[in-house]
């Protein structure tokens, strides 16, 4: 078999293709998302970056570093102990939302967006249906019978997601940006100036891929026979999860 990551990749072709070029999608790469619509999509991720911040926390608890001192080569970051890679990994990550989070505030006050509005229906601010299936989703992923593979698979599994799904964006935006020079944005520019350059960065591209590389060394690292094939069914039903979550996520537009 191909790789982990390359095998999911090809499990839901056309799950994955609807879920990361969903109409709400397609208004934000030529500028017609409204800001209402796109204050309160942002309202429902930032709570979905705050439940990544204690999932991150609950995959930091299953890491077990080995006891000794490896020799490493300081010039090669790569040989380090996997666990210790995983670790920076994880590390990075929590850094990386935090200033996610702050990102989201400063680009809302810049361009006037609302970060607390109530979901469809709901006359508070709180998560919605489809927030509250991601954190339930991270809390299982998370919890004490679950292995570290199937914990990464998840965290791959959505920023993945998240990263092909801006990049449809980023490409209906490079193609076709008529109402921008027409300095009609309909969300003031933040899509255009702010978010999906953030959102399809080399950076955030290059972590997407350090995340996959690991998935493929815990994965091969487990091996194979029987209990591998069960570990490959229960990755196989996380990335099923994560694929259908994300076209959830979208609001219709």
């Not at 010039?75 to 989070?101: H, K």
Request: charged fraction near 20%; proline fraction near 5%; include cysteine.
């Amino acid at each position: 078999m191909d790789s982990l990551t390359d095998h999911l990749l090809t499990l839901t072709p056309s799950t994955l293709h609807t879920s990361t070029t969903h109409p709400f999608l397609h208004a934000a790469g030529t500028s017609t998302l409204s800001k209402a619509t796109l204050s309160a999509w942002l309202s429902q991720d930032r709570l979905y970056a705050q439940s990544y911040i204690r999932f991150i926390g609950l995959l930091l608890s299953k890491i077990r570093l080995p006891y000794t001192t490896p020799t490493t080569n300081a010039s090669n970051p790569s040989s380090s102990p996997l666990e210790s890679r995983i670790l920076s990994l994880l590390t990075s990550a929590l850094l990386n939302i935090r200033r996610e989070l702050t990102f989201f505030e400063t680009v809302a006050t810049e361009y006037n967006l609302d970060l607390t509005v109530p979901p469809p229906g709901e006359t508070t601010f709180g998560p919605s249906e489809a927030t509250h299936a991601y954190t339930d989703l991270f809390l299982s992923a998370g919890s004490s019978g679950v292995t570290l593979l199937e914990g990464l698979v998840v965290l791959w599994a959505t920023e993945v997601c998240y990263f092909r799904a801006w990049g449809f964006a980023r490409g209906i935006m490079e193609k076709d940006n008529t109402n921008a020079e027409k300095g009609g944005d309909a969300d003031g520019g933040a899509l255009r100036e702010r978010f999906i350059p953030n959102w399809t960065s080399e950076e955030f591209g290059r972590f997407v891929d350090e995340i996959g590389g690991l998935v493929d060394e815990v994965a091969r690292r487990g091996g194979e026979g029987e209990s591998g094939k069960e570990m490959l069914g229960r990755c196989e039903r996380w990335w099923r999860q994560v694929v259908w979550l994300e076209g959830m996520f979208w609001p219709e537009v």
